[in-house]
T-cell receptor, first 117, second 114 residues
Framework: GAVVSQHPSWVICKSGTSVKIECRSL??????MFWYRQFPKQSLMLMAT?????????EQGVEKDKFLINHASLTLSTLTVTSAHPEDSSFYICSARDFSGTADTQYFGPGTRLTVL | KQEVTQIPAALSVPEGENLVLNCSFT??????LQWFRQDPGKGLTSLLLIQSSQREQTSGRLNASLDKSSGRSTLYIAASQPGDSATYLC?????????????FGSGTRLSIRP
């Protein structure tokens, strides 16, 4: 099956710094990617939809200036957490949508654990 | 607005038992439904995907059923093993369009006691 990778798998940073997380679809082109965050013992919360070549669509309550999304190519989307604070510590998961032919399937990355000190 | 509910939120059973996890959704107009497994601190592993035209899918000891008219899906795990311990999430694709967003249930945390 299709594979989606995320890098880094975990990151620890100081408060006030910015952190970039990459999401790549390895064997298919994804015009749409999604970014989720997950707090302990909770389900995934959709943060934003990343569209190749256009601006991301953010869910209500998600600050677009804090969580910068860039979908530079059909296989890469990046999420930058700007001026990170401890409350941004979470598990961030991306997914890439294979929307081709008769299929409509999302493949999920392994996640990135962000800890802000 | 589509809502996905999973019951129970947590389940603990002894090894060897057969068990059923439940998922319900409020809008029956779905494209497909998918069951995932998530181990602590890990990403999602897709278990089974059921297209809206299908009624069930099987993989090994897992069987997932779908009843669109009643807005329900079940995940049946046969002969449970300690390695099955994880959180199980069901997710619904509302429709076949570029604007569709997958909607997750809150998950069932499963613990299999040796």
């Amino acid at each position: 099956g299709a594979v989606v990778s995320q890098h880094p798998s975990w990151v620890i940073c100081k408060s006030g710094t910015s952190v970039k997380i990459e999401c790549r679809s390895l064997d298919f082109q994804a015009t749409t990617m999604f970014w989720y965050r997950q707090f302990p013992k909770q389900s995934l919360m959709l943060m934003a939809t990343s569209n190749e070549g256009s601006k991301a669509t953010y869910e209500q309550g998600v600050e677009k200036d804090k969580f910068l999304i860039n979908h530079a190519s059909l296989t890469l989307s990046t999420l930058t957490v700007t001026s990170a604070h401890p409350e941004d510590s979470s598990f961030y998961i991306c997914s890439a949508r294979d929307f081709s032919g008769t299929a409509d399937t999302q493949y999920f990355g392994p996640g990135t654990r962000l800890t802000v000190l | 607005k589509q809502e996905v509910t999973q019951i129970p939120a947590a389940l603990s059973v002894p090894e060897g038992e057969n068990l059923v996890l439940n998922c319900s959704f409020t809008d029956s107009a779905i494209y497909n439904l998918q069951w995932f497994r998530q181990d602590p601190g890990k990403g999602l592993t897709s278990l089974l995907l059921i297209q809206s035209s299908q009624r069930e899918q099987t993989s090994g000891r897992l069987n997932a059923s779908l009843d669109k008219s009643s807005g329900r899906s079940t995940l049946y795990i046969a002969a449970s093993q300690p390695g099955d311990s994880a959180t199980y999430l069901c997710a619904v694709f509302p429709g076949y369009s570029s604007a569709s967003k997958i909607i997750f249930g809150s998950g069932t945390r499963l613990s299999i006691r040796p």
